[in-house]
């Protein structure tokens, strides 16, 4: 009877109906289904739980047809892959600068704006990204996570990590285009091309002496202040630089780490220890314009000339 076969029909659907509905409702909770397991870190989607996961296995299912290197995420070899293209999607409408990826544009506008979301809680001072707020706590905590595997000196960022690693392999990746010295980082690079271009991008707000690094510029403006926050803890004497205090030190503990490798000679500083190899090589770098007589320091030349 085909009204039959039509009742049986819609009750098989209404079956499948009611077991899907069943189903369904059987089902956890976003909160629940989206928990990772291994760490118990919840999501709000199972597609982000998914990535997630990636981290707890290895798996690294997207290639980079150009370098071979595989990521956890569709979306993280595209930003990868910018590297090779050069393309950078995102723009500042400010200033017009390009990024190729959204959360450093973010990071940039922020530069504008002036926002500094992250907060330390230990001494108030403000941040525009968390990763900043990371390395200036461990300032705080005193921790050094990455260490080196040949010297065990350890480091608070992976960054200078790899830079002084580099110091045990020699290699200097980034190199001048106008005269072809090489450098072990893009800072020591930025820092000797202004020797070229003559740039001083650091200017002193009270006399306008200009200076190339943030850190010459700060030294400067302890002349002005007469701020000397580096104090010996044996002597009380006081200094506006590091170095300066490190090198005082030396005359409490009389340690002379420059060493002379002809006669066996020991100095406190590695500038008294270049002037006393000119000794034996006979090296007089310093000239007289006038007539010509050479020397092997500055000082005496300057006696010279006067």
């Known amino acids: 009877d085909p009204q039959q076969h039509h009742d049986a029909d819609e009750a098989e659907k209404s079956l499948s109906r009611s077991e899907l509905l069943k189903k369904h409702l059987q089902r956890p909770t976003g909160k629940e289904s989206n928990c990772c397991s291994g760490c118990g870190k919840r999501f709000n989607s199972s597609v982000k739980l998914k990535i997630h996961q990636r981290i707890h296995t290895g798996e690294k299912s997207f290639g980079c047809d150009q370098c071979g290197r595989s990521f956890t995420a569709p979306s993280h070899l595209t930003i990868h892959q910018r590297t090779h293209t050069g393309e950078k999607p995102h723009s500042c409408d400010q200033c017009g600068k390009s990024f190729s990826r959204p959360d450093s544009l973010m990071v940039h506008q922020r530069g504008h704006t002036g926002e500094k979301p992250y907060s330390c809680d230990q001494c108030g001072k403000s941040f525009t990204t968390s990763g900043q707020l990371t390395l200036h706590q461990r300032m705080h905590t005193g921790e050094k ?104 030190l030396r005359i409490h503990t009389g340690e002379k780490s420059y060493r002379c490798d002809q006669c066996g000679k020991s100095f406190t500083r590695s500038g008294h220890l270049t002037l006393h190899q000119r000794i034996h090589t006979g090296e007089k770098p310093y000239s007289c314009n006038q007539c010509g007589k050479k020397y092997s320091d500055k000082r005496s030349l300057i006696k010279h000339q006067k």
Not at 169 to 187: A, I, L, N, R, V
Not at 196 to 209: A, F, I, R
Not at 230 to 237: I, P, V
């Open 145 to 248: 996570p990455y260490s080196c595997d040949l010297c065990g000196t350890s480091f608070t960022t992976s960054g200078q990590l790899t830079i002084h690693q580099r110091m045990h392999t020699g290699e200097k990746p980034y190199s001048c285009d106008q005269c072809g010295k090489s450098f072990t980082s893009s800072g020591q690079l930025t820092l000797h091309q202004r020797i070229h271009t003559g740039e001083k991008p650091y200017s002193c707000d009270q006399c306008g002496k200009s200076f190339t690094t943030s850190g010459q510029l700060t030294l400067h403006q302890r002349t002005h202040t007469g701020e000397k926050p580096y104090s010996c803890d044996q002597c009380g004497k006081s200094f506006t630089r590091s170095d300066h205090l490190m090198l005082h």
